[in-house]
């Protein structure tokens, strides 16, 4: 080091947090390309702007996934990051991990790339950072050998990722990390060989407080729930009214108004229960989800790239992924072939599936991939009298 | 390697129960409750009666092989050789005897590392790769999340908060990683047309799919000496970045027009409330390297507002829907400008059509 003057991130190397210049450095006193990213990162906090030139293809033979260019504009003064690619790498399911791998991981990375990951990209894959196209191949095969793949990148599945769900949480109503590496490896093709108009996300959540976000970034969400009641142990109740007011904190703060605690008895009307998860989570000893579980899958979420950022909306409010575990997921991935199918036909480049389904109408697309409108689909019933009866389309034709 | 029959591919996701603790395979599907013990530490308890202890350690996801290689030894040390990371990019320590607890926490603390992020603190702080590794980033992700940690550095290792406070940052608008449903989102912008390179254009765009790729059909074609190029109607363009991404030629990075916008109020669990995106405090501020400085104390003025005006358990959009808009205007200072009126799809349904304001 010392190659480059970096006052700017300096810095950053002061304080509290700990710093990512640190890390940067502690890589570059291994790798010397490292030490051009330094340079080049500073020269971005001097100039203001990214350094990173636009587009440039790499990839694996095979694959048209999971290697993402990175050249440099300014090769000339930072030879070292000319090329200093990022490889998407699927992660274990819940980002479980052991020494010995992780130690595997980090040689493979000092070997072919810049000795610097991201622990774990926004979307779940292990990133290498700092390599060539040259290099790409062995660094391929080098993960294969370890049992790693590459993930997904472009207009492809991209890597589905799990929350930790029954491995350490009591309130995960599937098996998201099964679900998550059944279903990738059912769809690989999907995740290597880019099919669509544009990315694909699937996320799987064991419970509504949804851990992985899948609600708010995946096209298709897949959120743990339960249907019937929730199982309460009165003691422990009576330990909890002891330590703060139930009435204030859980009571009042009920969504549906449908829990009461009169001398002593704490009752819910499930009836009326959305499934919030607010009680479970405020008295963990004392309440828990039921025992009838399964998913709810919510379509279409996605970032504002192009028409604007979109939640993703209820679909199906409760599919029985339990069952379907049993029979190797193939409702589900009959379900998600028919929605890709019907994005196949009616979608347009770089349309993401929220977007087509607008376009389409809600209502006629889950007639065209086969689920019954049901009221959970929207906040409330149309307001507008501009109804296209589809009897009128019969008479035309 | 090299040898076409050896090659390898297609191998696929890993295969989770060779990494699983054995404590953590034993109770797979048999826990009973989770609570926080401590700061920064979670006691799982299974029906088996066995229980196991989270150690969540802040990371700023960037991370050299050497410093994984010390977390590996200290997964072994302490751990069995297990660790495990978070959704939000934390490094969870798995122990079996409590008594490790405070000299594990030594151990990691010593690294620079704090332990924290569970319960009511500000979590680690999601982030996308900005100009350290990013072709369309407006900002830099590392350097301003390393800036607003350092000064609210208590708010993860303590829980000092009526609830906890997801904050994100992502470098444009692209936004990678769950920004828009954070209690506080930071987002970088653009706020320069395009520039654009005919004959660039030509060479490495499709014109069609360039046109096409604006929300707003601001780009037509026309032809310039002779040939064909684009043109971009100022009056509508809003420097999404989307034709830049689908055509290297109409770059719109600039120094004195990049910065930051702060949205707040996002949620993305449906605890009490549906999950919602953050909503627009502060239009922009601009880029301000190395420390960000304005986009700090605009962090620490909406963190200091909602610490002193929430109630128990009510996250920053439960707290802003009680007191409504106008007082949280008023509260932090902010200047409510046309910018914060929503003006895109949707938009209509943002709007009070009601009496109900505070006066």
Not at chain 1, 195 to 222: E, H, M, N, Q, W
Not at chain 2, 14 to 31: M, Q, R
Request: proline share 5%; aromatic share 10%.
């Amino acid at each position: 080091m010392g190659k480059h003057k970096t006052p700017q991130l300096d810095e950053l190397k002061k304080g509290k947090w700990p710093s990512f210049v640190r890390e940067i450095e502690r890589a570059a006193s291994k790798s010397e390309r490292t030490v051009d990213l330094l340079g080049q990162l500073e020269k971005s906090y001097e100039d203001g702007i990214t350094l990173w030139k636009h587009g440039g293809m790499v990839g694996v033979r095979g694959y048209g996934s999971g290697v993402v260019g990175r050249f440099s504009d300014v090769p000339e003064e930072f030879p070292g990051v000319q090329e200093y690619h990022t490889a998407r790498v699927l992660s274990v399911p819940g980002f479980f991990y052991t020494s010995d791998t992780l130690r595997k991981l980090a040689d493979i990375c000092d070997k072919y790339a810049g000795g610097i990951f991201n622990f774990h990209g926004s979307t779940g894959d292990i990133q290498i950072l700092g390599f060539t196209q040259a290099e790409a191949e062995d660094l391929f095969q080098s993960l294969a050998k370890i049992g790693f793949d590459l993930g997904g990148s472009g207009s492809a599945l991209r890597s589905p990722s799990a929350c930790v769900g029954q491995a350490r949480c009591e309130w995960a109503c599937y098996d998201t990390m099964h679900a998550c590496r059944e279903i990738t490896n059912y769809f690989l093709d999907e995740v290597h060989r880019p099919p669509f108009y544009y990315k694909f996300k699937i996320k799987f959540s064991g419970c509504p407080i949804d851990c992985t976000s899948s609600g708010a970034r995946s096209d298709l969400s897949v959120i743990g729930v339960w249907k019937d009641n929730i199982k309460i142990d009165q003691e422990k109740i009576a330990e909890y009214a002891n330590t703060f007011d139930i009435i204030k904190y859980v009571v009042n703060k009920c969504p549906s108004k449908c829990i009461s605690f009169k001398e002593g008895k704490f009752t819910i009307n499930d009836k009326f229960c959305v499934k919030c998860m607010h009680c479970i989570a405020t008295m963990p000893r004392a309440l828990k989800p039921g025992d009838v579980k399964g998913a709810q899958l919510r379509l279409g979420a996605k970032a504002p790239v192009v028409d604007g950022p979109r939640l993703g909306f209820l679909l199906l409010p409760f599919y029985d992924i339990n069952k379907d575990k049993e029979d190797g997921y193939s409702y589900f991935t009959d379900l998600v072939q028919r929605i890709w199918d019907f994005w196949d036909e009616h979608g347009k480049n770089r349309e993401r599936i929220g977007e087509l389904v607008q376009r389409f109408g809600i209502g006629n697309f889950m007639e065209e991939i086969g689920i019954e409108p049901h009221p959970a689909v929207v906040s409330y019933p149309r307001t507008n009298p501009y109804i296209k009866f589809d009897n009128q389309i019969d008479k035309e034709e | 390697m090299g040898q076409e029959d050896k090659r390898i591919t297609d191998v696929g996701v890993p295969n989770y129960e060779d990494y699983l603790p054995p404590i953590i395979k034993d109770n797979y599907g048999k826990w009973l409750y989770h609570e926080v013990i401590k700061p920064g530490v979670l006691l799982h308890v299974a029906e088996s009666g066995d229980k196991l202890y989270s150690v969540r350690v802040g990371s700023p996801r960037l991370l050299s092989t050497d410093t994984i290689r010390d977390f590996a030894n200290l997964a072994e040390k302490y751990c069995g050789g297990f660790l495990r990371f978070t959704t939000r990019n934390n490094i969870e320590f798995l122990l079996t005897d409590e008594n490790n607890i405070d000299l594990l926490t030594k151990e990691i603390n010593e690294m620079g590392f704090p332990v924290g992020g569970i319960d009511n603190t500000i979590g680690n702080v999601i982030h996308t790769q900005g100009w350290l590794h990013c072709h369309t980033s407006a900002s830099d992700a590392s350097g301003v999340v390393k800036a607003i940690m350092d000064e609210l550095y208590d708010y993860f290792v303590n829980p000092l908060l009526p609830a906890k406070i997801r904050m994100a940052f992502a470098c444009c608008i692209n936004m990678c990683g769950s920004v828009a449903t954070s209690d506080i989102a930071l987002v970088a912008v653009h706020r320069k047309l395009p520039e654009i390179n005919d004959e660039k254009l030509r060479n490495l765009c499709e014109i069609p799919t360039v046109v096409a790729s604006c929300p707003v059909h601001a780009i037509r074609v026309v032809k310039r000496d002779d040939k064909t190029s684009v043109e971009i109607d100022k009056k509508l363009c809003f420097y999404c970045g989307n034709c830049y991404t689908v055509c290297p030629a109409m770059p719109l990075s600039d120094k004195n027009y990049d910065g930051l916008a702060i949205f707040v109020g996002g949620k993305i669990s449906n605890t009490r409330t549906k999950p919602t995106f953050a909503k627009l405090a502060v239009p922009f501020l601009h880029n301000n390297p190395p420390r960000w400085p304005e986009v700090v104390d605009a962090v620490k003025t909406i963190v200091k507002a909602y610490k002193n005006g929430a109630q128990k358990g009510e996250r920053v959009g439960e707290w802003i829907d009680r007191i409504g808009w106008p007082r949280f205007f008023e509260i932090t200072g902010f200047e409510f400008t046309k910018y914060h009126i929503d003006d895109f799809r949707l938009s209509e349904a943002t709007l009070n059509y009601s009496n109900h304001s505070t006066l």
